[in-house]
T-cell receptor
């Protein structure tokens, strides 16, 4: 059972280049998320998709776009990369448990460096 | 709105000593609380969660946390540290029980790096 798979694991970009981070989950979860992790700042939500066909902005959406391609896949696109977007990006998916708790499962992360 | 504060960005303990990682939360409604662990170069894994069923929550790898409403705290403890516990730990909060997608978002603390000394 693969869980949440992110590609690529590492990427180096020049300022102004574009790229797409791919994420797929095989747990039949409805909700998916993109977070970025920066030292001393924890994880900050970029965008999320509560269900197939819907996407919403999180805490730090500027400079990013997302696509919920189907129930399994949720991609994150940087149209014109900036050095401030150097970070580790995590995709996650979740299922709402009977208790009402929303439990996230994370991918292994994608480390992006923008020069 | 909800928020999480983790006191101490770095904590060092000796192997066999008590581990105490502090988390305080702010929430306008009864919260759901989580502790996640991140080992080097890996994603986050769920350690334990509080969902109002019991104030003392036991998780994996011998960790537990106690929800104290009067102190708005959810500190993580382990009686005896092991070298394999060295990792970064994140406390997180979400609103509940609600059905709104936005309300189910998790807000994470800034993390505590645990070092275990031999």
């Amino acid at each position: 059972n693969a869980g949440v798979t992110q590609t690529p694991k590492f990427q180096v970009l020049k300022t102004g280049q574009s790229m797409t981070l791919q994420c797929a989950q095989d747990m039949n979860h409805n909700s998916m998320y993109w977070y970025r992790q920066d030292p001393g700042m924890g994880l900050r939500l970029i965008y999320y998709s509560a269900s197939e066909g819907t996407t919403d902005k999180g805490e730090v959406p500027n400079g990013y776009n997302v696509s919920r391609l189907n129930k399994r896949e949720f991609s994150l696109r940087l149209e014109s990369a900036a050095p401030s977007q150097t970070s580790v990006y995590f995709c996650a998916s979740s299922v709402l448990q009977l208790s009402g708790a929303n439990v996230l499962t994370f991918g292994a992360g994608s480390r992006l460096t923008v020069l | 709105a909800q928020s999480v504060t983790q006191l101490g960005s770095h904590v060092s303990v000796s192997e066999g000593a008590l581990v105490l990682l502090r988390c305080n939360y702010s929430s306008s409604v009864p919260p759901y609380l989580f502790w996640y662990v991140q080992y080097p170069n890996q994603g986050l894994q769920l350690l334990l969660k509080y969902t109002s069923a019991a104030t003392l929550v036991k998780g994996i790898n011998g960790f537990e946390a106690e929800f104290k409403k009067s102190e708005t705290s959810f500190h993580l403890t382990k009686p005896s540290a092991h070298m394999s516990d060295a990792a970064e730990y994140f406390c997180a909060v979400s609103l509940g029980p609600v059905n709104s997608g936005s309300a189910r978002q998790l807000t994470f603390g800034s993390g505590t790096q645990l070092t275990v000394l031999p």
